[in-house]
């Protein structure tokens, strides 16, 4: 069965990084692209980008571009988000998401990550 | 502001129907984008309710359907039970923003 696996919450002060692991079982990790979408304590949903499983290409929401970056190891079928100049309004809980090609729906989700920046 | 325009809320009694509204614009929805539907019950992630306007995942009962027209869609839930209770939420493609954009959610009440 398709599972993504994400790592641990994590806390930072402001100004620094973290990277949120996603790891996929149950399918061809190439076939597909893994999405990031976060949601702040009780807030909705918002899309951050996507990565191909296939060739690494990615594209970013305008928001975050130039301080987030989404890359694959497709050595162990991981995806990885990096959030960088974190502030106290990026604390939200980091989803992973499965997209299929060519489409723009996300069909399987992570657990999710808490991220709390706080100082 | 969400690109993507939902109810903060709506109800309904068990049995009944409700809808949810999703309007966009002519970028997004009037542009050709499909409308996708998720259901984030309390404390989970989100699940995949309605793909591609109007196609339900395998598991999802056909008490959920989806519609979309012009720059509006809409999903309505038949015979509504008390698991329904949950937040949904739209999402689409902006040609303007060249992303991904979800509604603001809809939480949905089961009196």
């Known amino acids: 069965q398709v599972q993504l696996v994400q790592s641990g919450a994590e806390v930072r002060k402001p100004g620094a990084s973290v990277k949120v692991s996603c790891k996929a079982s149950?399918?061809?990790?190439?076939?597909?692209?893994i999405s990031w979408v976060r949601q702040a304590p009780g807030q909705g949903l918002e899309w951050m980008g996507w990565?191909?499983?296939?060739?690494?290409?990615?594209n970013y929401a305008q928001k975050f571009q130039g301080r987030v970056t989404v890359t694959t190891d497709t050595s162990t079928n991981t995806a990885y988000i990096e959030l960088r100049s974190l502030r106290s309004d990026d604390t939200a809980l980091y989803y992973c998401?499965?997209?299929?090609?060519?489409?723009?729906?996300?069909?399987?989700w992570g657990q999710g990550t808490m991220v709390i920046v706080s100082s | 502001q969400s690109v993507l325009t939902q109810p903060p809320s709506v109800s309904g009694a068990p049995g009944q129907r409700v809808t949810i509204s999703c309007t966009g614009s002519?970028?997004?929805?009037?542009?050709?984008?499909?409308v996708h539907w998720y259901q984030q019950l309390p404390g989970t992630a989100p699940k995949l309710l309605i793909y591609?306007?109007?196609n339900r995942p395998s598991g999802v009962p056909d008490r959920f359907s989806g519609s979309k027209s012009g720059t509006s869609a809409s999903l309505a839930i038949t015979g509504l039970q008390a698991e329904d209770e949950a937040d949904y939420y739209c999402?689409?493609?902006?040609?303007?923003?060249?992303?991904?954009?979800f509604g603001g959610g809809t939480k949905l009440t089961v009196l």
């Open positions: 999402q689409s493609y902006d040609s303007s923003l060249s992303g991904v954009v």
């Open positions: 998401a499965r997209k299929v090609v060519g489409t723009t729906y996300f069909d399987y």
């Open positions: 149950g399918y061809t990790f190439t076939n597909y692209d």
């Open positions: 002519g970028s997004n929805f009037g542009a050709g984008f499909d």
């Open positions: 591609g306007n109007t």
């Open positions: 990565i191909s499983g296939y060739n690494g290409n990615t």
